[in-house]
């Protein structure tokens, strides 16, 4: 059976940084790409980190790029978003999502190509 759970979550000030973990079991976590998500109340889902098993290849959107950081431990079963700088708009819930390629494929912040959700994690930032 497959399960994803995210934890780390919280509420930081302004500046601050969080590391969120998503503890995985019943898949082999090296043969997935990996990717975290979140929701804002009242906008849609957006994709924020996807990580490509094997080639260890990540990539980020643009609002996030240079502050957040997805890694993963294989040995562990963990996907990780350690998240530095935090701003307001980054309150959310965050979410991972395990991949049906092993590769972040073109349009991974979608969603639609992930098969596999945890319950999400909050994450508020505000002074």
């Known amino acids: 059976q497959v399960q994803l759970v995210e934890s780390g979550g919280g509420w930081v000030q302004p500046g601050g940084s969080l590391r969120l973990s998503c503890a995985t079991s019943g898949f082999t976590l090296d043969w997935h790409a990996m990717s975290w998500y979140r929701q804002a109340p009242g906008k849609e889902r957006e994709g924020v980190a996807c990580s490509s098993g094997h080639t260890g290849n990540t990539y980020y959107t643009d609002s996030v790029s240079g502050r957040f950081t997805v890694s993963r431990d294989n040995a562990k079963n963990t996907l990780y978003l350690q998240m530095n700088n935090l701003k307001p708009e980054d309150t959310a819930v965050y979410y991972c999502?395990?991949?049906?390629?092993?590769?972040?494929?073109?349009?991974?912040?979608?969603?639609?190509?992930?098969?596999?959700w945890g319950q999400g994690t909050q994450v508020t930032v505000s002074p």
């Open positions: 999502a395990r991949g049906q390629a092993n590769i972040c494929t073109r349009g991974w912040d979608g969603g639609s190509d992930f098969d596999s």
